[in-house]
C-alpha cells in the first residue's frame, strides 16, 4: 500500500534525525494531530473512551521493499514510530517519527512476518493501546536501549489511520480512515480535514456499524446514518475548538463531484447536507453547554 510512497521518498536527501522526512509522514502526522485533538476533545462525551497517547507505529515489513525502507528513513530496525500527535502525551514524552521501538509495554516486537503483512505491526498498536487504557501508561524500549514511559491522556477509543491507497474516507465504531488523496483534494486545510474525520468520529461514537449491521444496507437506512454524523460532526468540531462553519466548506467543496464522505446518491445532496449542519450549528451555539452527549437529538 506505501510502494508510490517509498519511491517518493528515495528520491529525497535521507536525513539521520527522528522526524517526518517525507509527504507521507508528513500526512500521517497530520491525520494524527487532528485525530488525537478531536479525540481527546471529546473523550468525556464519546460513549467508548479509553486513555491514549496520540501515536501510531509503522513496520518496515509493509514496504515492497523493507531494505531500502529502513536505509530511507534511517532505521536499525524494523519496527519505529510512524507518527505522533501535536501536544499529545507522547509528543510530550520526547517520542517523534523514526525513533525505533524494539518493545511495547515490556514485550519485544517479535520476529518479522511476510513481507507485506500489516498483522504485526497492528498487533503491536494493540497492545499499545491495551496498556495505556489498562494502566493509564505504556513503556516503550526505544533502539538506544532507553525505556520512555508515556501517561495516557482521555481519548475516544478511536484509531485515526490515513491509508494512502484510497481517496475516501470510512469508520467502524473503533478506527477512523482517511484517504492520502483526500487530503490533497481539501488542499491541506487543517479544518477542513477536521471536519471530514469529524464526521467519521460521529460514526464510531454512534456505533452506526451496527446500527446498519452486514451486508446490503438500504438507501434510507445509510441516509439516516449520515444525517446524524453531519450534526454530530459540528459538535465534536465545535468541542475541539475547530470552527464548525468549515464543515459547510468542506461539504460545497466535495459534493458536486461524489467525493470522499459523499460517495454517491445514497448520502444525500451536498445542498441539502450543509443546510442541515447549518441547521444544527444554530442549535449548537443556542445550547447552554457543548455536551453533546446529553445534547444532541439522535435521529428517529
Request: proline share 6%.
Amino acid at each position: 500500500m506505501r510502494v508510490a510512497a517509498l519511491a517518493v521518498l528515495l528520491a529525497a536527501a535521507i536525513p539521520a534525525r527522528a522526524q517526518p522526512v517525507d509527504e507521507l509522514q508528513q500526512a500521517d502526522a497530520l491525520v494524527q494531530t487532528i485525530g488525537w485533538r478531536l479525540s481527546h476533545a471529546n473523550a468525556g462525551f464519546c460513549p467508548r473512551a479509553a486513555p491514549g497517547i496520540g501515536l501510531l507505529l509503522a513496520d518496515v515489513q509493509t514496504f515492497t521493499d523493507p531494505a531500502a525502507a529502513r536505509a530511507a528513513y534511517g532505521l536499525a530496525g524494523d519496527i519505529a514510530v510512524a507518527a505522533v500527535a501535536a501536544e499529545s502525551p507522547a509528543a510530550t514524552a520526547g517520542l517523534a517519527a523514526n525513533m525505533v521501538v524494539n518493545a511495547v509495554a515490556g514485550e519485544p516486537v517479535g520476529p518479522p512476518p511476510p513481507r507485506g503483512s500489516w498483522d504485526r505491526v497492528w498487533a503491536l498498536q494493540s497492545r499499545l493501546e491495551q496498556a495505556a487504557a489498562q494502566s493509564g501508561e505504556v513503556a516503550l524500549m526505544l533502539g538506544d536501549g532507553r525505556i520512555v514511559t508515556v501517561r495516557a491522556a482521555p481519548s475516544c477509543a478511536v484509531r485515526f489511520i490515513l491509508d494512502d491507497g484510497k481517496d475516501n474516507a470510512g469508520a467502524t465504531r473503533s478506527q477512523v480512515r482517511i484517504g492520502r488523496e483526500a487530503l490533497v483534494r481539501l488542499g491541506g486545510d487543517e479544518a477542513m480535514i477536521a471536519a471530514v474525520l469529524a464526521h467519521e468520529l460521529a460514526h464510531a461514537a454512534l456505533d452506526h456499524e451496527t446500527v446498519l449491521g452486514p451486508g446490503k444496507r438500504p438507501v434510507a437506512a445509510v441516509r439516516r446514518t449520515e444525517r446524524e454524523a453531519d450534526r454530530l460532526s459540528v459538535w465534536i468540531m465545535a468541542a475541539a475548538g475547530y470552527d464548525p462553519a468549515a464543515a459547510l466548506r468542506m461539504i460545497r467543496l466535495i459534493g458536486p463531484r461524489g467525493l470522499l464522505v459523499i460517495p454517491g446518491a445514497s448520502h444525500g445532496k451536498a445542498s441539502t447536507r450543509a443546510r442541515e449542519m447549518a441547521e444544527e450549528i444554530a442549535v449548537l451555539r443556542a445550547a447552554p453547554d457543548a455536551d453533546w452527549a446529553r445534547r444532541f437529538r439522535r435521529e428517529p
